[in-house]
C-alpha cells in the first residue's frame, strides 16, 4: 500500500508584495490573496519569518533540542537565502503546516487564477515524502 502523504503549498511574491505581505496581511494590496486564505482557514508566512521564528524558539529552549537550529541560522544569516526565503511562503491550513491532499488541491485550485493574473509568481504544491525533500548538510544539522 502506498504512503499517504501530506503536503503544502507555497508561492513566491515581488519583493514589495512580500514586504507588504509580512508587515500588513489587511493591506489592500494582498487583499486578492487574503481573500483566498480566508475561503480555506489558511494563513500564509514568509519562509524566512519562519526559520526566524524556529531559530528564536531553539534560542529559547536550547539549541541542543532542535536539530535544524544551525543549518536554520545559517540560512537566515545569509543576505542571499534571506532575500529569497523573504518572498517565499508557506501556506498553512487550519493552523497545520501540512494538510491532506484534498485541502492542497482545492486551495492550489483558487490561488492558480492569482499566478495567472502575475499577483503570485509561482504556486507549487510539496509533500512530505523525503525522497522529494532536499536535506541540510550533514555538517548543519
Excluded: C
Excluded at 83 to 97: I, L, M, R
Amino acid at each position: 500500500m502506498p504512503e499517504k502523504w501530506e503536503y503544502q503549498l507555497r508561492f513566491k511574491l515581488s519583493p514589495e508584495l512580500a514586504e507588504v505581505a509580512r508587515g500588513d496581511v489587511n493591506d489592500a494590496r494582498f487583499k486578492p490573496i487574503a481573500e483566498v486564505l480566508a475561503r480555506h482557514n489558511a494563513s500564509a508566512i514568509s519562509q524566512f519569518d519562519a526559520f526566524a521564528n524556529y531559530v528564536a524558539q531553539a534560542e529559547k529552549h536550547g539549541v541542543d533540542e532542535y536539530p535544524l537550529y544551525q543549518w536554520t541560522k545559517a540560512t537566515i544569516e545569509n543576505p542571499e537565502k534571506k532575500a529569497k526565503h523573504s518572498t517565499a511562503f508557506a501556506v498553512y491550513v487550519g493552523g497545520d503546516e501540512v494538510y491532506d491532499e484534498a485541502r492542497a488541491n482545492a486551495l492550489e485550485r483558487d490561488l492558480r487564477p492569482l499566478v495567472e493574473a502575475g499577483l503570485l509568481l509561482a504556486l507549487t504544491k510539496h509533500d512530505t515524502n523525503p525522497a522529494n525533500n532536499p536535506q541540510p548538510p550533514a555538517h548543519l544539522i
